[in-house]
Nanobody, 126 residues
Framework: QVQLVESGGGLVQAGGSLRLSCAAS????????MGWFRQAPGKEREFVAA????????YYADSVKGRFTISRDNAKNTVYLQMNSLKPEDTAVYYC???????????????????WGQGTQVTVSS
């Protein structure tokens, strides 16, 4: 089992920045590729970003490319999502997720991931 706990959400004005953190425990963190997803009210959970086990490969949704950066610190068992130039449409609950699989194929789908955090709310005001 892997336990994931997100933090860092909050209320920010459009154009501002937030950094989300996701702390992992329970199993060897470096054995898992990590992802961030988000879910707005009335919408399906959508892929935001993903990161390979060693951090060497990153992937982003087109909607956040150039504004968000995913990173990890395996010594701290933590994955981060730096969000810059935030827009009102970024408002959602953000979830981190872990998978023991290699990031290939359908990794942008929630079903690819084995473990999930409880989510953290991000609200961007206009």
């Amino acid at each position: 089992q892997v336990q994931l706990v997100e933090s860092g959400g909050g209320l920010v004005q459009a154009g501002g920045s937030l950094r989300l953190s996701c702390a992992a425990s329970g199993r060897t963190f470096s054995n898992f590729a990590m992802g961030w997803f988000r879910q707005a009210p009335g919408k399906e959970r959508e892929f935001v970003a993903a990161l390979s086990r060693n951090g060497g490969n990153t992937y982003y949704a087109d909607s956040v490319k150039g504004r968000f950066t995913i990173s990890r610190d395996n010594a701290k068992n933590t994955v981060y999502l730096q969000m810059n130039s935030l827009k009102p449409e970024d408002t959602a609950v953000y979830y981190c997720a872990a998978t023991s699989r290699v990031l290939f194929g359908l990794f942008q789908r929630p079903t690819f991931y084995d473990y999930w955090g409880q989510g953290t709310q991000v609200t961007v005001s206009s």
